[in-house]
């Protein structure tokens, strides 16, 4: 959540821990865009079609939210990923396996990939299995050689859920459960007090997000967008009219991965520049992100995409763990979710998104990503379709569309200044008998 705290500064100079990524900072938009309070009920009219809730709803986002103290996470009181062994070239080690790892886990963990570890363990991955054999042996080439995962005693408290436990030390609630013969029992009920628990604890999980400060926002960044492009028509059946609107090639927000059809409208590129300034200067994440396809000069259709013609959407590439190279459709273990999250979160702060596709099942870490850095289930229940938890939640503002694995699909809302722009199709009048 983007709480604006004016301690946070202060404690990155004083060097305590750092607080959840997203707490502090106010949007860097203004003035170009009209400020907007963080609650989405708010926006106001905008000069275009109404629309049903099927089509585009609000983003129920909280307001500014006081915090009394900020409580340092139990991942963090046993973090040691500066230990982690950076290797100019591979080398040969054994990893001698844990609860409930699997193969796409160890592979991400020491930089590989998983047909590899097939490839050099055949005997002993002859079996196919979801979760590897405790203490089974396997033998790899590393680029990285992380802190071993340990196990960690802990009592829990009155009023604890499973969830909340594993969100704290960031591990699967599955995993937490398995780890003690609690597999049945819902994710969200209470653990009982005084349990004793045993918890598998990564030491080398990936910090890129909240650690360090971000570098401050440069006004030209926004100020650099054209301005006179406007959204004509539905996403998938519009153009764009006025003066064409590139978005600017700005290394240190992004990588633009295309030229031809990197142009949208000037309200959409804007949002979409001071999304990204903010996301860099809140998180302090400093890895690659790549913008792929916006629309062309003119809009209208262009394969694969059937959307994409209005300049409103853009294709950005799921935020890749520092330590793996690029990738069209990298595996769910190799995404950063919390840097995912902040930038999703820096996208929705600016009150112009109408709506974000992820595929279904790529919601679930996203999800637990928006836990550990500060989210509540209320909140998120709000945004993202997962969990149903039994019931249908409708379309909520992050949903399920296919093909949507390894990039999010982001789409802004109709600028105050384009009452050409449309949020849904019109329907054609049947005939009359």
């Given at each position: ?285 400093a890895g690659e992100v790549l913008v792929g396809s916006i629309a062309q000069p003119r809009g209208r259709r262009f394969p694969p995409h059937r959307s994409h013609q209005s300049g409103r959407d853009v294709d950005i590439r799921l ?115």
């Amino acid at each position: 959540m983007s709480w604006i705290l004016t301690t946070v500064a202060a404690m990155w100079l004083a060097g305590p821990p750092p607080s959840p990524p997203g707490l502090g900072l106010e949007r860097v938009l203004e003035p170009v865009l009209e400020p907007a309070a963080l609650s989405r009920g708010d926006a106001g009219s905008s000069g275009v079609e109404s629309v049903d809730r099927g089509d585009s709803m609000q983003a129920a986002w909280p307001s500014s939210t006081e915090i009394a103290q900020l409580v340092v996470p139990a991942w963090q009181r046993y973090w040691r990923g500066d230990e982690t062994e950076l290797l100019d070239h591979p080398r040969w080690i054994r990893h001698r396996v844990g609860p409930r790892e699997t193969l796409a886990q160890i592979a991400a963990r020491y930089g590989t990939e998983v047909h590899r570890l097939k490839d050099w363990n055949p005997k002993t991955l002859a079996r196919k299995r979801r979760y590897l054999k405790v203490g089974a042996l396997l033998r790899l080439r590393a680029t990285r050689v992380p802190p071993q995962r340990e196990p960690v005693a802990l009592t829990a408290t009155a009023g604890q859920t499973w969830e909340a436990i594993a969100v704290d030390y960031r591990v699967d609630v599955r995993d937490l459960k398995a780890y003690n013969d609690a597999a049945r029992e819902d994710s969200m009920a209470e653990v009982g007090g005084q349990r004793a628990l045993t918890v598998w604890v990564d030491p080398a999980v990936a910090w890129t997000v909240g650690r360090f400060p971000g570098p401050e926002v440069e006004p030209t960044w926004v100020a650099s967008v054209s301005i006179g492009a406007l959204s004509k028509g539905h996403p998938n059946k519009g153009r764009i009219v006025g003066e064409p609107c590139q978005l600017p090639d700005i290394s240190a927000l992004y990588t633009r991965r295309f030229d031809r059809i990197a142009h949208g409208s000037s309200h959409a590129i804007r949002t979409i520049v001071g999304a990204f300034a903010s996301f860099r200067r809140d998180s302090g994440y400093a890895g690659e992100v790549l913008v792929g396809s916006i629309a062309q000069p003119r809009g209208r259709r262009f394969p694969p995409h059937r959307s994409h013609q209005s300049g409103r959407d853009v294709d950005i590439r799921l935020p890749k763990l520092p330590w793996f190279d690029r990738g069209i459709e990298p595996p769910p273990e190799e995404i950063d979710w919390r840097a995912t999250w902040a930038l999703i979160e820096a996208f929705l702060a600016t009150g112009e998104v109408e709506m974000i596709f992820l595929d279904h099942y790529l919601q679930r870490p996203l999800y637990y990503a928006a836990l550990s850095m500060g989210a509540s289930p209320e909140q998120l229940d709000e945004i993202i379709t997962w969990p149903r938890r039994g019931t249908d939640k409708g379309k909520k503002l992050i949903r399920h569309a296919s093909g949507h694995e390894g990039h999010i699909h982001v789409r802004m809302k109709c600028g105050v200044d384009e009452p050409d722009c449309r949020t849904r199709m019109r329907r054609r009048a049947r005939a009359q008998p």
